[in-house]
């Protein structure tokens, strides 16, 4: 199928997840990861309707979106991907959904940027639900401390939690565990759900999913 074709695939899938779901189609955002791809890969995408994009890497999506944002300028970019404190203003400047922020150090240093630089920024606290040590994000016993500091002390606009499930468990208890965790600390979006498990992640309360593969193919 053609990335147009792929893109109508996988909005049907959200839509009967939805549905399944007893939700709103419309209540969850697909944001189309388009890490490693260019932006002749990308401009079909966004001729289809597609606003929310991902990317993993700073510098390579500075390489990309400052044009595509000029010829299309209601386009919204997520940084999903982790970021060193080093690149926190390049960050700012390019990004309007900002979903890693996984420690003290980067919470201020992003912080200070965003009031800096006067743009108000939507920020994600990456949970890391499986304890995983190779992985980032918070622990989810710290996550209400980390939301306080981030919320209260840096005044950061704390939209909603993100995760990334272990590869190998059943993504459904971490997505459970994060849409508790969101409702613990008085947060309404969760970013949850990749191209294997965006369908689960809707039945479980996702109001974003992260989908790069399944639209773009394999890289």
């Keep these: 199928?053609?990335?147009e074709e792929q893109l109508q695939d996988v909005r049907g899938?959200?839509?009967?997840?939805?549905?399944?779901?007893?939700?709103?189609?419309?209540?969850?955002?697909?944001?189309?990861?388009?890490?490693?791809?260019?932006?002749?890969?990308?401009?079909?995408?966004?001729?289809?309707?597609?606003?929310?994009?991902?990317?993993?890497?700073?510098?390579?999506?500075?390489?990309?979106?400052?044009?595509?944002?000029?010829?299309?300028p209601d386009l919204e970019l997520h940084l999903i991907g982790p970021l060193q404190s080093n690149k926190a203003a390049d960050a700012v400047a390019l990004f309007d959904v900002?979903?890693?922020?996984?420690?003290?150090?980067?919470?201020?240093?992003l912080a200070e940027e965003a009031k800096r630089?006067?743009?108000?920024?939507?920020?994600?606290?990456?949970?890391?639900?499986?304890?995983?040590?190779?992985?980032?994000?918070?622990?989810?016993?710290?996550?209400?401390?980390f939301?306080?500091?981030?919320?209260?002390?840096?005044?950061?606009?704390?939209?909603?939690?993100?995760?990334?499930?272990p590869v190998d468990e059943n993504p459904g208890p971490h997505f459970a565990l994060l849409a508790k965790l969101a409702e613990e600390n008085g947060l309404s979006k969760l970013s949850m759900g990749m191209s294997g498990d965006?369908?689960?992640?809707?039945?479980f309360g996702a109001t974003s999913v992260r989908v790069g593969s399944a639209i773009f193919g394999t890289r």
């Design 147 to 165: 939301v306080a500091l981030c919320r209260d002390e840096l005044a950061m606009h704390v939209e909603g939690l993100m995760c990334i499930p």
């Design 117 to 145: 630089q006067g743009r108000s920024i939507r920020f994600y606290i990456q949970v890391n639900t499986g304890l995983e040590p190779q992985k980032a994000g918070i622990a989810p016993d710290d996550v209400g401390s």
């Design 1 to 3: 199928m053609s990335v």
């Design 13 to 72: 899938k959200i839509t009967k997840a939805a549905q399944e779901a007893g939700r709103e189609p419309d209540s969850i955002s697909l944001v189309a990861v388009s890490k490693t791809f260019d932006a002749e890969h990308i401009r079909p995408t966004i001729a289809k309707g597609q606003s929310v994009f991902g990317e993993n890497r700073v510098q390579e999506a500075q390489g990309k979106w400052p044009d595509l944002k000029a010829e299309t």
């Design 198 to 203: 965006f369908e689960t992640a809707i039945g």
């Design 98 to 109: 900002i979903e890693t922020v996984d420690r003290e150090k980067i919470a201020r240093a």
